[in-house]
């Protein structure tokens, strides 16, 4: 059975640094693009970028571009999303989701930005 | 960057109603569309893939036309157990852009 299991939410000060993962079992783990999306309270999905875990090949959107990064660790099958100085704004719910396009998604991580 | 523009951005149908949602793209993406379902307070879930085809396990009254720049999703029969917000996706190339999602509520 394919899982993306992701790590749990965190609350954070504006300013910390976190990064969340998501781990992948139950499929060949570097063939298959792992993508992340944010959803702030009440809105829509945004595409936040992609890893190719095999080769490490990572896409961002532009509205993401410099603000995260994305990793992946093929020796433990997980992928990372990391932000060096969080701000209020990245208060949301962000999904880590496996495949071309979407076709399994990890629980949700919840992480809140507050001073 | 390709644009994705989903419409309406809301509806209210009757049980037993046909639903359409519509999906542009600002350029050809081939048939690199997809459609997901997400119901309150749940997980997105992928409904059609390569534009038309139902992924495994999604009910028959879900459908999905189009090619190149104009995408369709069609629910033959609306079910109170459609109510969700609906969004496509982009996923050719170097960007996969969100629709800004449909939601679907029983009239």
């Known amino acids: 059975e394919v899982q993306l299991v992701q790590s749990g939410a965190e609350v954070k000060k504006p300013g910390e640094s976190l990064k969340i993962s998501c781990k992948g079992s139950?499929?060949?783990?570097?063939?298959?693009?792992i993508g992340w999306v944010r959803q702030m309270p009440g809105k829509g999905l945004e595409w936040m970028g992609i890893?190719?875990?095999?080769?490490?090949?990572?896409r961002y959107s532009p509205s993401f571009q410099g603000q995260v990064t994305i990793s992946a660790d093929k020796s433990i099958t997980t992928v990372y999303l990391q932000w060096s100085s969080l701000k209020a704004s990245d208060s949301a719910m962000y999904y880590c989701?496996?495949?071309?396009?979407?076709?399994?998604w990890g629980q949700g991580t919840l992480v809140t930005v507050s001073s | 960057d390709i644009q994705v523009t989903q419409s309406p951005s809301s509806l209210s149908a009757s049980v037993g109603d046909r639903v359409t949602i519509t999906c542009r793209a600002s350029?050809?993406?081939?048939?690199?569309l997809a459609w997901y379902q997400q119901k309150p307070g749940k997980l997105p879930k992928l409904l059609i893939y390569a534009a038309s085809t139902l992924q495994s396990g999604v009910p028959s009254r879900f459908s999905g036309s189009g090619s190149g720049t104009d995408f369709t999703l069609t629910i033959s029969s609306l079910q109170p157990e459609d109510v969700a917000t609906y969004y496509c996706?982009?996923?050719?190339?170097?960007?996969?852009?969100f629709g800004q999602g449909t939601k679907v509520e029983i009239k």
């Open positions: 996706q982009k996923y050719n190339s170097v960007l996969w852009t």
């Open positions: 989701a496996k495949g071309a396009p979407f076709d399994n």
């Open positions: 139950g499929y060949s783990f570097t063939s298959y693009w």
């Open positions: 890893i190719y875990p095999g080769d490490s090949d990572t």
């Open positions: 350029q050809v993406i081939s048939n690199y």
